[in-house]
């Protein structure tokens, strides 16, 4: 079974910048929109962002203007560049793809 792997959460503090990857194993992934989700303690998972194959981007509100998503369909990738972190957006981040797999989830922890 394909599956996602996500790198790159960890902590930082307000106002920082974090890179978040979401890498599948092969070629099929590249067929289908990427999704970003976020789930905070005791919280919904909610939508942060997605990408299309068509390079059509759209962003929840909460992130618009500080969060950029995009893709290497090279390295079946997809990415989600954050910046200007608030305490807020400390939550587990998925990403989706292949329709409907999901990476294993990695933390990201905004606070001083």
């Known amino acids: 079974q394909e599956q996602l792997v996500e790198s790159g959460g960890g902590w930082v503090q307000p106002g920082g910048s974090l890179k978040l990857s979401c890498v599948a194993s092969?070629?099929?992934?590249?067929?289908?929109?990427v999704d970003w989700f976020r789930q905070a303690p005791g919280r919904e998972r909610e939508w942060v962002a997605q990408?299309?194959?068509?390079?059509?981007?759209s962003y929840a509100q909460s992130v618009k203007g500080r969060f950029a998503i995009y893709r290497d369909y090279d390295k079946y990738a997809a990415y989600l560049e954050m910046n200007s972190l608030k305490p807020e957006d400390t939550a587990v981040y998925y990403c989706?793809?292949?329709?409907?797999?999901w990476g294993q989830g990695v933390q990201v922890t905004v606070s001083s």
């Open positions: 989706r793809g292949l329709g409907n797999v």
């Open positions: 092969g070629s099929r992934f590249n067929r289908f929109a």
């Open positions: 990408m299309s194959t068509s390079w059509i981007t």
